[in-house]
């Protein structure tokens, strides 16, 4: 049943008989207004007999302009038990994974300030047949940022972030704990239509405080490592045609180098780092991880080449 409530609300009520389980209730219900908009979903059925209980799942999401530069986003998955995600497919799609997230980010940026105070749970639904180690709750979890650019292609900034990491220690075999990550960034563009140079300097520095022992019996660590980069690229253009189509048709060579030396990171954990993917936007990247907990040594040199193609009129 579709319920047309406002030119900007709506909602949408179900019910599913579900032959051996019982009656399963659902509704969705989206609202849209000048700097907040949202939708929560929901599926309850009172009672299932196959598993003698009650099995609810809900959704929710909501983002915000609170004004003054502040920002509210708020995302909420949940279900009743470990079963849900194989039990109720046809409910809404994140339900039906077995890591829900539920986060909620208060966010502002004024000039070139910009912060953000997030929590994040992770319920994790495990069954007695497979166990997966579940992803650390951020509770919570402090950045900020600050960034110029000078007109003369000059940019520098310093990026901060506070979190606190807690998961099941018994199944990540690592204690947890609370880190504070700095990076201080300077670099310089030269540029023209023929191509770029951009030279950076960064200053990474990590500090450690755990709720144990690591496996060397350290309760803190610490970390400082530098490093340097070059990107840089060059722009060549010809007319071409193609399929008696006119075209303006560009030729890209583009060489980035990276030095990071190298530091022993084996005996920190590991909370939120993550090997990227290969791709093309990667491959320019100064560091092979996401995340903050491993920084990878690198002393490449990466040769790419691209070609474009325009339509020379527009």
Do not use: C
Request: net charge neutral.
């Amino acid at each position: 049943y579709y319920l047309n409530l406002a030119p900007n609300r709506d909602a949408t009520l179900n019910a599913m008989l579900m032959s051996k389980r019982g009656v399963d209730l659902g509704g969705d219900f989206r609202y849209l207004d000048t700097g907040y908009y949202g939708q929560v979903a929901a599926n309850v059925m009172p009672y299932d007999r196959l598993r003698e209980r009650e099995r609810w799942g809900v959704t929710t999401s909501h983002t915000g302009n609170l004004g003054g530069g502040f920002g509210l986003n708020v995302a909420i998955n949940r279900v009743s038990d470990d079963n849900y995600w194989s039990d109720f497919t046809h409910v809404n799609g994140p339900l039906t994974a077995r890591l829900l997230p539920s986060e909620g980010a208060l966010t502002w940026a004024e000039g070139n300030f910009s912060a953000r105070l997030r929590t994040l749970y992770w319920q994790t639904l495990q069954t007695s047949d497979s166990t997966i180690i579940p992803p650390y709750d951020r509770m919570p979890q402090l950045s900020g940022r600050y960034a110029r650019s000078e007109l003369n292609g000059l940019e520098y900034s310093l990026d901060l972030d506070y979190t606190a990491f807690s998961s099941s220690v018994a199944l990540t075999g690592q204690p947890n704990g609370q880190r504070a990550f700095a990076n201080a960034s300077i670099s310089k563009t030269w540029a023209s239509a023929a191509g770029y140079l951009t030279p950076r300097l960064q200053m990474l520095a990590t500090t450690y405080a755990f709720d144990g022992p690591l496996s060397n019996n350290a309760t803190s660590a610490n970390r400082i490592l530098p490093s340097f980069s070059v990107d840089s690229g060059l722009v060549f253009e010809r007319d071409a045609t193609y399929f008696g189509r006119n075209f303006r048709q560009t030729l890209e060579p583009r060489a980035f180098y990276v030095y990071t030396p190298y530091r022993n990171q084996s005996a920190l954990p590991n909370y939120d780092s993550g090997a990227y993917d290969f791709n093309f936007g990667t491959v320019f990247s100064w560091n092979d991880y996401v995340g903050n907990d491993r920084i990878a040594d690198n002393n490449l040199l990466t040769l790419g080449l691209s070609s474009r193609l325009f339509d020379p009129a527009t």
